[in-house]
């Protein structure tokens, strides 16, 4: 079972729309999950952190958690094309550092 | 804002030389982590390195893998006998606390 998985996508929104990108993880311990952006050839940049159940909003980004269902959310609002982008959920195991989702590919078209 | 930096960019390679990669983390920094991506695939985390150790290792950290900090500000990562399947994009990375890792802008290694 792999560790973190998301919907590699791609995933169109219109401008102006929200997107959603999804991610769950396998082990339940988990205690650290965190969104990256990543524009291609580049490094993933930190985007939200999240440690709680509940929502966490930044901006136009809103993270959402649930421990229970292992899963984990990024809302983002109004979409711009300057978004498009791939989404990496990454997730700090017990007794392991941070690991990787393959990512989502975000595509907002104008 | 503080950066990690990372050279050379981009490193041209001929199968089985050695490499060496090599980061500055953050300053205040004390966890340092080396990540690499074969293109079109996800990150994959290789090792950890704390109190100047490796903390946790991947497979992929296999013998021919090495990490040294040799001057408390350098974190190096070396590939003894690369292969063409090292062929990737290295990224360093650090921390403190937990709010998150910050990346350096990434090696792009070409093993041919």
């Known amino acids: 079972q792999k560790e973190v998985e998301q919907n590699s996508g791609p995933l169109s929104v219109p401008e102006g729309a929200i997107a959603s990108l999804n991610c769950t993880y396998s082990?339940?311990?988990?205690?650290?999950f965190f969104w990256y952006r990543q524009y291609s050839g580049k490094s993933p940049e930190l985007i939200m952190f999240i440690y709680s159940n509940g929502d966490k909003e930044d901006g136009r980004f809103t993270a959402q958690l649930n421990k229970a269902s292992q899963y984990v959310s990024l809302l983002i609002r109004d979409s711009q094309p300057s978004d498009s982008a791939t989404y990496l959920c990454?997730?700090?195991?017990?007794?392991?550092?941070?690991?990787f989702g393959a990512g989502t590919r975000l595509t907002v078209k104008p | 804002e503080p950066e990690v930096t990372q050279t050379p960019s981009h490193q041209v390679t001929q199968m089985g030389q050695e490499v060496i990669l090599r980061c500055v983390p953050i300053?205040?920094?004390?966890?340092f982590y080396w990540y690499r991506q074969i293109l079109g695939q996800k990150v994959e985390f290789l090792v950890s390195f704390y109190n100047n150790e490796i903390s946790e290792k991947s497979e992929i950290f296999d013998d021919q893998f090495s990490v040294e900090r040799p001057d408390g500000s350098n974190f190096t990562l070396k590939i003894r006998s690369t292969k063409l399947e090292d062929s990737a994009m290295y990224f360093c990375a650090s921390r403190t606390g937990n709010y998150g890792y910050t990346f350096g802008s990434g090696t792009r290694l070409t093993v041919v």
């Open positions: 990454a997730v700090n195991l017990i007794a392991n550092d941070m690991r």
């Open positions: 300053s205040n920094h004390l966890y």
């Open positions: 082990d339940r311990g988990s205690q650290s």
